[in-house]
């Protein structure tokens, strides 16, 4: 049985702690290529990923995290982290029992999930530009933010009826790989179904019932992980990174990226780049 960790205690190098109002706002790092043991939290909190990108298995599935991906992680619940060749820079809201409380929610209302665009990223956003930059307004900002977000988890938290997911079969797990190796190739379902040894309406089925998405959307956001790591790096222009992502022009780029993260590449590059 994995002991949950106290509440502000996190692996890696975290700095920057900010409390307001019950809620614990810190920023953390991590080395490139590490990983984290199976472990839990005494409480919950939610997860802004900024920089970097990992897999991370959590009680019985897994999920690919990369830039401006919200994760929301209930208290206790287990979970381990490998994180790829780059570091990763991680943003974190920790929620105190007292909140949980006066908000008349209960443990079942706030089961993990994880957002990739729409209104939990914006106001992820907005909670980080206050932690950046706090002023004596902000206890009350970072208050009314992180309980619109609590809010919006508490109305995506339904759990699936009565289907208890697997650990991912070999077979499903050489085709995750083939796909985070090859993404900015064109891929056919076919191609990856007989690479793995598997029918492909067997592979497209499984694969959206153990990692809650579907292989085409897999690709795409890999292509934009890729794409964020890369302008972190700024020695390419936006266009030449779009064509180098696997996109076929500058305005497809462009388009996938504001629909799965809500900012343009350019935005990104200039507001939410750190040092």
Known sequence: MVTP???GTFYGDT???????????????????SALPRHAHE???????????????????????????LVFHPAGETHAQRFDGLPVHLFRVELAKTRIKDTRLRKHDLAACHFRRGEAIGLALKLYREFRDPDTVSPLVI????????AVVARNSLRPSGETIHPPQRWLRAAHELIKSRFR??????????AVGIHPVTLAREFRKVYGHTIGEMVRRERIGFACDQIVKGDVTLSELGISAGFYDQSHFAKTFKRLLGVTPSEYRRHYLLD
Not at 15 to 33: K, M, V, W
Not at 43 to 69: D, H, T
Not at 185 to 194: F, V
């Open 5 to 7: 960790l106290p509440s």
């Open 15 to 33: 700095s920057n702690c900010y409390e307001a109002a019950g809620f614990t706002l810190s920023e953390t790092r991590y080395q490139g290529g």
């Open 43 to 69: 409480l919950p909190y939610f997860g802004l990923i900024l920089k970097g990108a990992y897999s991370e298995q959590y009680e019985r599935s897994v999920r690919s995290c990369r830039p401006l991906m």
């Open 143 to 150: 208050e009314g933010l992180a309980l619109e977000l609590t």
């Open 185 to 194: 190739e064109t891929l056919a379902l076919n191609d990856i179904a007989q």
